[in-house]
């Protein structure tokens, strides 16, 4: 048997690849919308409801498979999560009308709440002291990764093959994680299970504290800011600007790299600086990349357009795993059932804003700049009242 260290590193190593599944589930097939929309004669509306479908599907998937998490067990869990994924990744590629691709979509969506979820309890069952919380930067610097690689390398696969390919790829990565599993033991105790019912009087008592609440709000609003630019940018790029899917991919590169550097410097400052400053420099970072959009308000203009979104998710950067890692360890008995709601109300909240996208009319940077400010202001209000909780405590 592995010695206990060397198992929880191989716990922290694998629980950023499980997580980077849900970095991967929008961002990898954003810049094929336009071109999967052409074929099945779908709306610029209904493509971006595809993005919907999928996250309060993941939403709902986060609460189902915490329940099983913390009711039967981490893997049992995970493993029907990640079969269920590469079988809705296999489904998208071979429909051929936007019904079937919406609920191969929705699979998707619902499956990887299972990877999420069993990611982050993995951790709380496994890792202790100051390594957690480096672990729970890991964590979302893995997620992140996926934002800045996924649209890159779909831009070309759907330049080069076709967007069916990146679902082709979807699968394969889930057939890795699958068997990278196995070697996984289950972490959570017989006598720490949870009958159903204990598990949703575990919902009462996690919902009840506003800390968890306000947090998840800033999670939330960090989520829904971070996925703007993939729910407008493939359109505006391709249809409005008339560049090419790769070009999309290069912008959404820029924009995650943003994230990914805020996340490796945090990292390195969480030793030497209270998360709660690097918190509050993140939302300082927010609304000097939204004052850069208003630069050229009249118009869609790329540069300060671009600015501004790479300032935003260089904010979230700094903001997200120390809000993670706040929540997470408010109830280390109900992991399973603090990251499902967590996840759930995440992922609600970036459907709703994925949604909004369709009710601002986002012809010139000062409407999608009105767009990002309305968020960061709830972001802002969840964010101060989940530090307030935290001093109180």
Request: aromatic share 10%.
């Amino acid at each position: 048997m592995r010695p206990l260290r060397d198992y929880t590193g191989y716990v922290i190593i694998i629980a950023p690849l499980l997580n980077s599944l849900s970095g991967i589930a929008i961002d990898l097939f954003a810049p094929s919308m336009p071109a999967i929309g052409a074929e099945f004669g779908a709306s610029v509306a209904q493509m971006q409801n595809s993005i919907s479908v999928t996250l309060i599907a993941y939403a709902v998937g986060q609460l189902f498979f915490g329940l099983i998490a913390d009711g039967r067990g981490r893997l049992i869990a995970l493993f029907p999560g990640l079969c269920l994924f590469l079988a809705g990744s296999l489904l998208a590629m071979f429909s051929h009308n936007l019904a079937t691709f919406l609920f191969a979509r929705a699979i998707q969506g619902f499956a990887v709440g299972a990877c999420q979820v069993t990611a982050r309890a993995m951790l709380v069952d496994n890792v202790r002291g100051e390594r957690f919380y480096s672990a729970v930067a890991w964590l979302s610097l893995a997620w992140g990764i996926g934002p800045v690689i996924a649209p890159f390398i779909g831009g070309i696969v759907e330049q080069q093959l076709g967007w069916r390919w990146n679902f082709a790829l979807y699968a394969l990565y889930s057939g890795i994680l699958i068997l990278l599993s196995l070697r996984l033991r289950e972490s959570l105790p017989q006598k720490a299970r949870m009958s159903i019912l204990q598990s949703l009087y575990g919902y009462r008592i996690v919902l009840s504290n506003r800390r968890f609440l306000f947090a998840t709000l800033a999670l939330g609003t960090s989520l829904a800011l971070f996925l703007i630019w993939n729910v407008i940018g493939p359109f505006l790029i391709q249809h409005t600007l008339h560049y090419s899917p790769t070009f999309y991919g290069g912008t959404a590169l820029a924009a995650g790299l943003a994230y990914l550097l805020a996340t490796i410097i945090n990292r390195f400052l969480i030793k030497r600086i209270r998360n709660h400053f690097l918190i509050l420099a993140g939302l300082v970072c927010n609304a000097t990349g939204i004052a850069c959009m208003l630069i050229e308000p009249g118009s869609i203009a790329l540069v300060p357009l671009l600015t501004g979104i790479i300032l935003v998710n260089f904010g979230q950067g700094l903001l997200f795993s120390n809000m993670v890692a706040l929540t997470m360890t408010l109830f280390p008995e109900r992991a399973g059932t603090t990251a499902s709601l967590l996840g759930c109300g995440m992922m609600i909240c970036g459907g709703l804003s994925s949604s909004l996208t369709m009710a601002v009319p986002l012809e010139n940077n000062g409407n999608i700049a009105l767009l990002f400010f309305f968020l960061l202001a709830l972001q802002i209000i969840g964010t101060v009242a989940a530090l307030r909780s935290t001093s109180t405590k």
